[in-house]
């Protein structure tokens, strides 16, 4: 519903109309829209459009999202600009991830190392050694 909106505001570098797009896909929650926000999440060297989308994935509280933020979390091009992205991780079980997330809370600077406790703290079930 939005993906054409969307593309098009984020290759004319339109960044107030791309964030009124994803404001509207994370109130709706539209999973459509997932697959092009991967794409973009992935592929951005712009930080602050990076964590806008991780959000709106974020908001999808859909699963499938998990892989890609911890994937784009490991990149070396976000040193610096992981705290939002692990942010994200939130909603979801990242107990999976926890060779990730205590390598980030070990090597992060303190706003990833905070959220990485967060993640790691809120798990449901024990870690085993």
Same mark, same amino acid.
């Given at each position: 519903?939005?993906? /054409?909106?969307l593309k098009?505001?984020?290759?004319?570098? !339109?960044f107030?109309?791309?964030?009124?797009i994803l404001?509207?896909i $994370?109130?709706? %929650?539209?999973? +459509?829209a997932i697959?092009?926000?991967i794409?973009?999440? !992935? $592929?951005?060297? /712009?930080?602050?459009?990076?964590?806008?989308?991780?959000?709106t994935?974020?908001d999808?509280?859909n699963?499938?999202?998990v +892989?890609?933020?911890?994937?784009?979390?490991?990149d070396? %091009? &976000?040193l610096g600009? !992981?705290? &939002?992205l692990?942010?994200?991780l939130?909603?979801?079980?990242?107990s999976?991830?926890i060779? &990730?997330?205590?390598?980030?809370?070990?090597n992060? /600077?303190y706003?990833?190392q905070?959220q990485?406790?967060q993640?790691i703290? $809120?798990f449901k079930?024990?870690?085993p /050694?």
């Open positions: 519903m939005y993906n /054409n909106s098009l505001a984020i290759e004319n570098e !339109r107030d109309e791309t964030e009124i404001e509207e $994370s109130n709706s %929650k539209d999973i +459509q697959p092009l926000l794409e973009y999440l !992935r $592929s951005t060297e /712009n930080a602050l459009l990076r964590n806008s989308i991780a959000l994935l974020s999808t509280g699963e499938d999202v +892989q890609p933020l911890i994937d784009v979390i490991n070396p %091009k &976000t600009y !992981r705290g &939002t692990l942010y994200a939130e909603p979801f079980d990242c999976a991830h060779e &990730t997330l205590v390598y980030h809370l070990i992060g /600077n706003e990833v905070a990485a406790y993640l703290k $809120s079930k024990e870690i /050694n």
